[in-house]
């Protein structure tokens, strides 16, 4: 289900790092051995076999990232992105795969578009890549994709991310057709006539600024509407960037009621708040919008306890002069791959809010469970999928160019402690 | 706890003086401003009402929205303190071809402007503006955000019209949700220690905003000075739902005679909508501020203007000096 262009498997000895892999209860000072891509020895002393050394003192070695909700901008707007230049932006980020939604021109719905991303792939992804095909054909919540072949075909799931299914109906045949084929359905819940024409969360910003509001209730009825479906139809959903504090609410309590939800937090949700928005920079600007403090503390306790498995960048490029504008008239969304671990580092584990395993785990091991991908890890006989962090180097966003082709970075002139230093994607050197 | 980026994303602090919102504002930034008005007021006395103190410098009005009051009072400012004043009207320019706000800025920057008064629908662009030129900018209303020179001229009115501002208490009726007047207003009246109050009907009234708020319109009896919002049209619209219809609005919350105390104050930003947020009897008494507000605007506009060019206070010597230039 996931597709990397054809490199030299890597021939790697790893000494002097900190090895944590959360998943695997492992955090020691051990060498790591990799032959062919393949994991053949962790020990705390390994033979070098002539393969190249890289001395990691001081840097800590963990199971590279998985990021569930990436846009690709491809077919369509190659010049916000490409299958190159994204999973190179993953790369940088430490990630070993990424999961590309389908809303993109012409939508991903049906198994030729589907294909043809496929192929690409496989000529030029630097990390390994997964597509989400439509929920509904075009993205139009009307006829529902046909799942089976697109799951043939390598769905690994099914969204119509960008727009909700504003369809009761509709939502409930995508959920009972869906499981014919084993995939999960990935929900942006959002209820059009609650949110329309708002840009940022109703709140005291949005009143003091004029803004039209986009109210977490426009959120969270969503999400309850689509948790009951799922619960009556035993199917299998996924809450893509929840964003408001009584949307993680109801997905605690479907959770505990024993339906198969799981749900993700972006980097930016986690950090900001709508005060953020006050600086009027169309880089604050995304959808869903930045709430409020009570909001983003309560994505954050659900993160510590797991009622959030994932972290998720919800990685949107735009192009400079769509974002140059007005915050009204700019799209929403911001970029993330490149940044979400130090932004993370920095926010949450630095000031001590998270620890440092918890992230690790919901970055990595958390959305490959989710979305059945194997788990990338620290063991013999894995796949080399491992990222070589330094978590004392700061560095500047933007000082360095992004290998993104769009640089719509909410963290633009942050400094930020964290730097990924070399990352192994599918048993490659995909980053160093 | 955690340090949000909000500062770092925020833009350099800018180089030149601007008026952009009124929440840039200090107590003493607005006694200056109203101070420097009150003089421009009495120069406007004499016989001669131009005056040479921005010779020289270039004002360009760019208007991306209708306009009557605002477009015309800049415009006439900028030609009492003697300055040269170029408008743009989004119509007609290339703004109709497709031009960006970045675009269009960059263009009338290269003219070298000292100000570029700016209107716009959306929320930011005069930001956006004096980010990209080396002008001083001068917000003249951005969608439903600000309009500080509105704000300063009624505080300008209000002012003249009972002296002391403290403890002063207004009512502000009616659509306040798509009003800029009302949150410039707010933020205006919390300066110099204004009481407001907010009555209309409930969607159109923003449960966040730092001030009373009331649907019942009974409450105006209280105010000193009743502050009727222009209701818009084009919230009328079939399906907006803000207001089941405008005969209902103007029966629950249209300010007429019945409704008022004698000698209650009202005003007005204007355009009205005679018949409708207030009622033409209302519009017409002895008690309207709603002319006087028009003719603050002028010297309101020429302070701004001098204050962001000279950034001080305008002293009766600083125009002696200027007329014998």
Same mark, same amino acid.
């Given at each position: 289900m996931?597709?990397q ?10 000494r ?33 076999n ?8 001081g840097l800590?070695?963990a ?10 901008? /491809?077919p ?6 490409t ?15 990424i ?15 589907l ?7 496989? =000529?030029e ?14 993205q ?20 119509d ?7 009761a ?34 709140? *005291?910003?949005?009143a003091e600024?004029g ?13 309850? *509407? ?7 139809e ?11 504090a ?5 997905? =605690?309590?479907? =959770? ?21 928005? =006050? ?18 503390? /309560? ?14 960048t ?11 504008v ?72 933007g000082?360095q ?13 942050? /400094? ?8 192994l ?6 980053f160093? | ?14 180089r ?5 919102s ?14 420097? $008005?009150?003089?421009?007021? $009495? ?13 020289g ?20 400012a ?39 008064v ?28 600000q ?20 403890g ?31 009555v209309?009907?409930p ?15 009974e409450a105006?009896?209280d105010?000193?000075?009743v ?5 818009q ?6 399906? $907006? ?51 006087r ?7 309101v ?18 125009l002696?000096?200027?007329?014998? $230039?």
């Amino acid at each position: 289900m996931l597709w990397q262009k054809d490199l030299p498997g890597a021939n790697v000895v790893i000494r002097g790092a900190r090895v944590l892999d959360p998943a695997e209860g492992i955090d020691a000072r051990l060498e790591v051995r990799i032959d062919d891509g393949t994991i053949a020895e962790v020990a705390e002393r390994v033979d070098a076999n002539e393969h190249r050394v890289v001395e990691a003192e001081g840097l800590v070695l963990a199971p590279a990232f998985v990021d569930p909700h990436v846009h690709l901008r /491809t077919p369509g707007r190659e010049d916000e992105e490409t299958l190159a230049s994204g999973t190179a932006a993953a790369a940088a980020g430490g990630y070993c795969a990424i999961l590309a939604m389908p809303n993109t021109d012409p939508v991903v719905d049906s198994a030729a578009t589907l294909g043809a991303l496929v192929d690409a792939a496989r =000529r030029e992804a630097e990390v390994p890549v997964g597509f989400l095909a439509a929920i509904t054909r075009g993205q139009r919540g009307e006829e529902l994709t046909e799942m089976g072949e697109l799951a043939d075909t390598g769905a690994v799931a099914f969204s119509d991310d960008g727009v909700p299914v504003a369809s009761a109906g509709l939502m409930r045949r995508a959920l009972q057709y869906a499981s014919s084929t084993d995939r999960a359905l990935a929900l942006h819940c959002e209820e059009p006539t609650l949110s329309r024409g708002g840009h940022v969360h109703e709140g *005291r910003v949005a009143a003091e600024l004029g803004f039209a509001g986009y109210p977490s209730v426009a959120e969270s009825v969503a999400v309850e *509407r689509d948790l009951a479906l799922a619960g009556y139809e035993r199917g299998r959903v996924h809450v893509l960037h929840l964003s408001a504090a009584a949307s993680v609410e109801a997905l =605690r309590r479907a =959770r505990e009621a024993g339906v198969a939800a799981s749900g993700e937090a972006t980097p930016h949700h986690l950090v900001l708040t709508d005060d953020a928005v =006050r600086s009027l920079d169309p880089n604050v600007k995304m959808n869903p919008p930045l709430r409020a403090e009570q909001d983003r503390l /309560t994505l954050l306790d659900a993160l510590r306890d797991g009622t959030i498995e994932a972290i998720a960048t919800d990685h949107a490029p735009h192009a400079a002069h769509e974002k140059d504008v007005p915050f009204e008239a700019a799209p929403f969304g911001v970029t993330g791959l490149e940044t979400a671990l130090a932004a993370l580092y920095t926010h949450l584990v630095g000031p001590g809010l998270l620890s440092l395993e918890t992230l690790l785990e919901r970055m990595s091991a958390g959305p490959a469970r989710i979305f059945g991908l194997e788990r990338p890890r620290v063991a013999a006989g894995a796949c080399a999928n491992l990222v070589l962090l330094d978590l004392e180097r700061e560095w500047t966003v933007g000082e360095q160019p992004f290998r993104s082709r769009s640089g719509n970075s909410w963290l633009l002139g942050s /400094t930020l402690t964290g730097a990924v230093q070399m990352t192994l994607a599918g048993g490659k050197v995909a980053f160093e | 706890m955690i340090r949000l980026v909000t500062d770092d994303l925020r833009p350099p602090t800018p180089r030149k003086r601007h008026l952009l919102s009124v929440a840039d504002l200090t107590r003493d930034d607005v006694d200056r401003l109203l101070g420097t $008005a009150r003089t421009f007021a $009495a120069s406007l006395e004499r016989h001669v009402k131009k005056l040479p103190t921005l010779k020289g410098h270039l004002v360009v009005n760019l208007f991306y929205e209708s306009s009557t009051r605002t477009s015309s009072s800049f415009e006439l400012a900028a030609k009492r303190l003697s300055a040269d004043t170029l408008t743009v009207k989004s119509a007609g320019s290339s703004v109709d071809k497709g031009e960006s706000l970045k675009d269009t800025a960059l263009t009338l920057g290269a003219y070298d402007p000292d100000v570029i008064v700016i209107r716009h629908p959306q929320i930011g662009s005069p930001q956006l503006v004096a980010q990209v030129t080396d002008a001083h900018v001068v917000n003249a209303g951005d969608g439903k955000h600000q309009h500080p020179t509105q704000a300063l001229l009624d505080l300008y009115t209000l002012r003249e019209e009972l002296g002391e501002l403290e403890g002063v208490h207004v009512a502000i009726v009616g659509d306040v949700l798509h009003s800029r007047v009302a949150r410039s207003l707010l933020q205006a009246f919390a300066l110099v220690g204004v009481r407001a109050t907010l009555v209309g009907p409930p969607a159109l009234l923003p449960r966040e905003l730092p001030a009373e708020a009331t649907t019942d319109i009974e409450a105006i009896r209280d105010a000193d000075v009743v502050y009727v919002l222009r209701m818009q049209n084009e919230r009328m619209e079939p399906g $907006a739902n803000f207001v089941p219809s405008l005969r209902e609005y103007t029966a629950r919350w249209g300010i007429t005679p019945e409704r008022l105390r004698p000698g209650q104050k009202v005003m007005h930003p204007g355009p009205m909508n005679r018949g409708v947020e207030i009622d033409p009897r209302v519009a017409d008494s002895p008690d309207s501020l709603i002319t006087r507000q028009v003719r603050s605007g002028l010297v309101v506009r020429m302070a701004v203007l001098y204050d962001v060019l000279t950034g001080g206070p305008v002293g009766v010597q600083a125009l002696a000096a200027a007329e014998v $230039a």
